[in-house]
């Protein structure tokens, strides 16, 4: 199946749309102004411990104070803020830890009172991003990623992802990153590290060892709390963990981009750069691939699936509620139990691609049609699982209960994705305006184009007033032909509102 990214460009946001099959899959946004992604790195100050939780709130210039608990301190916090202190204090000038020596590990079961004390500068890593009124959620085990392994300081660990299921290639890769990772530095093998040479896996490593060594750089002089690593930009950091074969192209309306993209694909598969376009169409990007659309489809509270069948997704404060219904489907299996089974197994690839389209994180709770057989249950938590398989995510499902309930805990990082696509009513008075007024409105514009002696005239409109000015015969557009002796070019734009609409002239400048 092939995948694709479109990337979309603005002066402020960069919108990220992927695409498996011509399907959308998994839509992202990185925004200018947000400062705390996932896997950035901090030299934050501690604000003050909390006993009773056995917490400390962290300043690491967020509105809302970061939260760390004692579990997510790492067993090597001693050596961490030794290493910190002597970097910081210009004592400390190697940076590979080869020669640095070791604090002993902080007890799995102490306070934070005992390590951590007010005022104290530490190096933290988020986690997970501010959320609501909560802030970022944060961790002094720190970590860089890159493309094939995860370099962790402070560690002698070699570990590898548990989705490699052979055990032949998890002894092969160990071996392989303990004959290649320097001292005092822990390794984790990734997912897509499966049957690739040493050689690759060593560029990789020391990528990442030359960004531990640039933060390194910047503590002598940095006041925190200050930002000292980012995370890679949000397209970079995409093709870093879903980039494969698969993959067959990357399309951007930002020349910018285009040579990043090329410049970061030369450095991991420099097989793939030419992949990586430039959109020069005159149609917007996401409408060109269709993304516009589809996000229209995917995100309200209703989501239609083939044959009738439709799932109702309700959000509260603790959980999300997913109801799977049959709705007017029309009944060409077997029996009632093969057509329940049928609805269900569409309905767990739906909401797998939901979950990830939407970023849905914590408590979600299925309610899949009835099936009495244990058989037709098993098999619909194993399609479920296998779908799941695909997001990047940290999750778990867990077999349906008695109630034919499934649910499913799956780690919440960053904000869930919410885009409404429901319109306010644009009249007062309850009613939608009819588009034979809105035609009113735009033949009156195009009236005075005409007599400008516009050329070239375009017009864009929401798709239901573009099949009511180009449907029945003779057209609307027809008549506007034949009164004023010029074609006028009618385009449907999924973006725009019901009564919104503009005039292009030649050269694609905007009239209204």
């Known amino acids: 199946m092939k995948t694709e990214l479109i990337i979309r460009s603005s002066s402020s946001d960069i919108d990220f749309a992927l695409l498996r099959g011509g399907r959308l899959v998994e839509l992202h946004k990185d925004e200018s102004d947000n400062n705390f992604n996932v896997g950035d790195i901090f030299l934050a100050k501690i604000k003050k411990t909390l006993s009773g939780l056995n917490a400390a709130f962290v300043n690491v210039g967020s509105e809302k104070d970061a939260f760390l608990h004692y579990h997510d301190l790492g067993p090597q916090l001693l050596s961490l803020s030794k290493f910190i202190h002597r970097v910081s204090t210009g004592k400390q000038k190697e940076f590979t830890l080869k020669n640095f020596r070791f604090e002993k590990d902080i007890n799995k079961h102490g306070k934070i009172d005992d390590v951590l004390k007010a005022g104290q500068n530490l190096l933290v890593q988020i986690v997970k991003e501010p959320i609501s009124t909560k802030g970022p959620r944060i961790s002094s085990e720190l970590s860089i990623a890159g493309r094939y392994l995860v370099l962790v300081p402070f560690s002698d660990r070699v570990s590898v992802s548990q989705k490699i299921g052979s055990r032949k290639e998890k002894e092969r890769l160990k071996r392989l990153a303990q004959s290649i990772k320097p001292k005092g530095f822990g390794v984790i093998l990734r997912t897509v590290a499966e049957g690739i040479k040493v050689a690759d896996l060593d560029r990789d490593l020391q990528n990442s060892l030359q960004q531990w060594v640039k933060l390194c750089k910047q503590l002598p002089r940095a006041q925190a709390p200050t930002k000292v690593l980012s995370e890679l ?3 970079s950091s995409i093709l870093r963990d879903v980039f494969n074969d698969s993959f067959t192209s ?55 699936m ?21 709705g007017n489907r029309s009944n060409r299996a077997n ?56 997001t990047r995510t940290k999750h778990k499902v867990l077999p349906p209960s008695k109630f034919g309930l499934v649910q499913i805990t799956r780690q919440r990082v960053r904000p869930e994705r919410i885009i409404k696509t429901k319109e306010e009513n644009p009249n007062k008075n309850g009613e939608v305006e009819a588009p034979i007024i809105l035609i009113d409105k735009i033949e009156s514009q195009l009236e005075k184009l005409i007599v400008n002696d516009a050329k070239g005239i375009t017009l864009h409109v929401h798709p239901f007033v573009a099949s009511y000015i180009k449907g029945g015969f003779p057209s609307m557009q027809s008549k506007w032909f034949f009164k004023y002796k010029k074609w006028v070019k009618v385009i449907p734009r999924d973006a725009y509102q019901y009564l919104q609409y503009r005039f292009f002239t030649t050269k694609d400048k905007v009239v209204n």
């Open 306 to 326: 083939p044959k009738g069948a439709y799932l109702v997704i309700e959000h509260t404060e603790a959980l999300h509620v997913i109801d799977v219904n049959s």
């Open 250 to 304: 990357i399309v951007t309306n930002d020349k910018t981009l285009v040579t990043e993209l090329k410049e970061y694909l030369r450095r991991i598969a420099p097989e793939k750069e030419s992949i990586v376009k430039l959109h020069r169409s005159k149609t917007p990007i996401f409408e060109r691939y269709g993304i516009e659309r589809q996000i229209k489809t995917s995100f309200g509270r209703t989501v239609s």
């Open 335 to 390: 029996s009632q139990a093969d057509t329940a089974l049928e609805v269900n197994i569409m309905a767990a690839s739906e909401i797998a691609r939901q979950l990830q389209l939407r970023d849905m994180g914590g408590i979600i709770v299925v309610d899949f049609i009835d099936m009495h057989t244990a058989e037709h249950r098993q098999k619909l938590f194993e399609h479920l699982k296998n779908e799941m398989k695909l």
């Open 233 to 235: 930009n949000r397209a």
